[in-house]
């Protein structure tokens, strides 16, 4: 079994476009995050909740909207698609208290 | 703002060759570092936290080490299969939020 599943695994678009990207944790942790992964490898976060209440904001443009149904699930959603947002996207959880992240596979998402 | 350095960028050894990857930060408060292994299309897998200085844990041919300003993974007698890019991060403040390095890319030849 999966711990932290994402789906799709990859993603092409076209620009101006809007898309989801959907991730699911059976882990029992209370605390999930989405990640960018850019094409130099470079990992930084963007948005963390905990409990479904947002926790870590970073400066994300307002085109991406995170949203949490309930603490297993924390999808992101992305208006208007730029070039510049072909990324890998990562989604991870963690138990409050243990800060150990445990991440997804990815989604390679392909802006033309 | 909280800065993590990897070095080099890319490593590559013969199999059996020993070596140190070097993860230098600049932050406020460490609360933690943390030492992940990516293999190509897949995720993060996490490998070590290290809270205090003096720390040092290991798991099977690599061990992590942490001073004051830097945390070094040593990797004895490398195999083939060792080969992935090593991510290292770090934490402060009271959110969960982790800061990464670019990462060592490491090759494990025959």
């Known amino acids: 079994d999966t711990a932290v599943s994402q789906t799709p695994k990859y993603l092409v678009t076209q620009m101006g476009n809007d898309k989801s990207i959907k991730c699911e944790q059976n882990l029992g942790h209370d605390t999930m995050y989405w990640y960018k992964q850019d094409s130099k490898k470079f990992l930084k976060i963007m948005f963390s909740?905990?409990?479904?209440?947002?926790?870590i904001n970073e400066t994300v443009p307002n085109r991406f909207s995170p949203k949490s149904p309930d603490k297993a699930h924390l999808n992101l959603h992305i208006n208007s698609l730029e070039l510049g947002d072909s990324a890998v996207y990562f989604c991870?959880?963690?138990?409050?208290?243990?800060?150990?992240?445990?991440f997804g596979a990815g989604t390679r998402l392909s802006v033309l | 703002e909280d800065q993590v350095t990897q070095s080099p960028e890319a490593l590559r050894l013969q199999e059996g060759e020993s070596s140190s990857l070097n993860c230098s930060y600049t932050?406020?408060?460490?609360?933690?570092l943390f030492w992940y292994r990516q293999d190509p299309g897949k995720g993060p897998e996490f490998l070590f936290t290290l809270y205090s200085a003096g720390e040092e844990k290991e798991k099977e041919r690599l061990k992590a080490t942490l001073t004051k300003k830097e945390s070094f993974l040593h990797i004895t007698a490398p195999k083939p299969e060792d080969s992935a890019t090593y991510l290292c991060a770090v934490q402060t403040g009271t959110a969960s939020k982790l800061t990464f390095g670019t990462g060592t890319r490491l090759q494990v030849t025959l």
């Open positions: 991870a959880s963690s138990q409050l208290g243990s800060n150990i992240q445990y």
């Open positions: 932050v406020s408060g460490l609360r933690g």
């Open positions: 909740y905990n409990n479904k209440e947002l926790i």
